[in-house]
């Protein structure tokens, strides 16, 4: 099949995330729950509108960029939100990605 040149920007974006298994994002879950979920910084993160997409796993929500940059130690200002980091999710948990607590309300 052919590609669209929108899709070649997008391999070339997510090319810069390093590659790491499910196990290790599902790791990084578990570390924000025990050491930032309740932290003054990410206590109220699950109100805060600039979030338009989390990861739902097990009935709760994460904030994707930062399970990303927790899990393959890249810096959250090394790569982009929104379509680069839900695809990274997508293609190492299933879909999973889901609109931010936030904008339901």
Same mark, same amino acid.
């Given at each position: 099949p052919t590609r669209r040149s929108s899709d070649l920007g997008m391999e070339v974006l997510m090319s810069r995330i390093p590659h790491v298994p499910r196990e290790k994002l599902i790791a990084a879950m578990k570390e924000f729950d025990r050491h930032l979920r309740n932290t003054r910084a990410w206590e109220n993160w699950e109100q805060n509108k600039v979030h338009l997409f989390a990861i739902k796993y097990k009935g709760d929500f994460y904030p994707v960029k930062r399970i990303i940059s927790m899990a393959?130690?890249?810096?959250?200002? !090394?790569?982009?939100?929104?379509? !680069?980091?839900?695809?990274?999710? !997508?293609?190492?948990c299933g879909p999973c990605i889901v609109p931010h607590p936030s904008q339901s309300t």
């Amino acid at each position: 099949p052919t590609r669209r040149s929108s899709d070649l920007g997008m391999e070339v974006l997510m090319s810069r995330i390093p590659h790491v298994p499910r196990e290790k994002l599902i790791a990084a879950m578990k570390e924000f729950d025990r050491h930032l979920r309740n932290t003054r910084a990410w206590e109220n993160w699950e109100q805060n509108k600039v979030h338009l997409f989390a990861i739902k796993y097990k009935g709760d929500f994460y904030p994707v960029k930062r399970i990303i940059s927790m899990a393959t130690g890249f810096p959250v200002s !090394e790569f982009h939100g929104g379509l !680069e980091s839900n695809r990274y999710i !997508e293609q190492r948990c299933g879909p999973c990605i889901v609109p931010h607590p936030s904008q339901s309300t």
